[in-house]
């Protein structure tokens, strides 16, 4: 019952320097918050149907990006010439959302390249939002990326910035739920490959949060699963040390992979997030 009041709506914007992205909306009669979903490498905001319907229903409107070069927005399939776009993208899309819903609290969500981006918007200073969740955030590279790997990447961009070469991600990683791997591996919008600008900005960016870390004044809930193989847990053990604000959380969940949106346990983790979010509604009164 629930289901049938949800609307899902699609629509474009126009992102940074002019490229069309395709935007994703699940809306209910009458939003009490919104949720802004920014989605992770090689897949799309289509792939978060489960989570905004699950919210819609709950009196959150969620509206979701396709970032450049991903899912149906434009731009060359696993590309960016510099991070800052994809934040520069995110922006614009979190103005259009707010000004959609000018009189609700704004949450900004990102799941892993999300996260990453999501955290890099925080660093910059991101007025638009009240506060946000960051799921398995991309802030380290997979165990098994090799220093080389990533030094060909960096010669390859001096000469060829859009040379493509297989991302190596294991999709076994995503979930425990076999149907979830199955379409993802079956999805005509994921992709497998990653080209040697993308690398080097997330390599960049990585680095930046590492090397220079901000304390975030906003709220933040810090998510990941305990057995991610793609991204280490650890990595957002050591980001919530330095960038949490009053009213932040860390949870780790033991058994889950990377996609814990994914998982048999999704409405376990949906649940936590509502109910942080519904407490810090009660803390502000």
Request: glycine share 10%; aromatic share 6%; with cysteine.
């Amino acid at each position: 019952m629930l289901k049938s009041i949800v609307r899902r709506t699609e629509a474009r914007l126009v992102g940074s320097g002019g490229l069309s992205l395709h935007r994703r909306a699940w809306l209910p009669p009458q939003p009490r918050r919104v949720i802004a979903v920014a989605h992770g490498y090689a897949e799309h905001a289509g792939r978060y149907d489960a989570l905004g319907a699950w919210f819609a229903a709950r009196g959150f409107a969620v509206h979701a990006l396709d970032h450049r070069g991903h899912g149906r927005s434009e731009g060359p399939r696993g590309h960016v010439a510099r991070f800052d776009d994809f934040l520069d993208d995110l922006e614009r899309f979190l103005a259009l959302v707010r000004g959609e819903h000018p009189d609700v609290p704004v949450t900004l969500l990102g799941h892993s390249m999300g996260g990453l981006i999501v955290a890099s918007l925080l660093a910059r200073g991101a007025s638009t939002i009240d506060d946000a969740v960051l799921s398995a955030a991309a802030l380290a590279f997979p165990p098994d990326m090799s220093r080389v790997r990533l030094g060909l990447a960096r010669i390859a961009r001096r000469i060829a910035p859009r040379l493509r070469a297989p991302s190596g991600l294991d999709p076994s990683g995503l979930s425990r739920d076999v149907r979830v791997v199955r379409a993802y591996l079956e999805d005509p919008l994921v992709f497998r490959h990653i080209s040697a600008s993308l690398a080097c900005e997330l390599q960049q960016a990585i680095g930046r949060l590492a090397t220079e870390p901000k304390p975030i004044e906003l709220p933040i809930l810090v998510l990941h699963g305990g057995d991610d193989p793609i991204v280490p847990a650890e990595a957002s053990r050591r980001y919530f040390g330095h960038a949490r604000g009053p009213g932040s959380e860390l949870r780790i969940y033991p058994k889950l992979r990377h996609e814990i949106f994914n998982e048999p346990e999704q409405e376990d983790v949906f649940r936590d997030v509502l109910q942080w979010l519904e407490t810090r509604e009660a803390a502000a009164g």
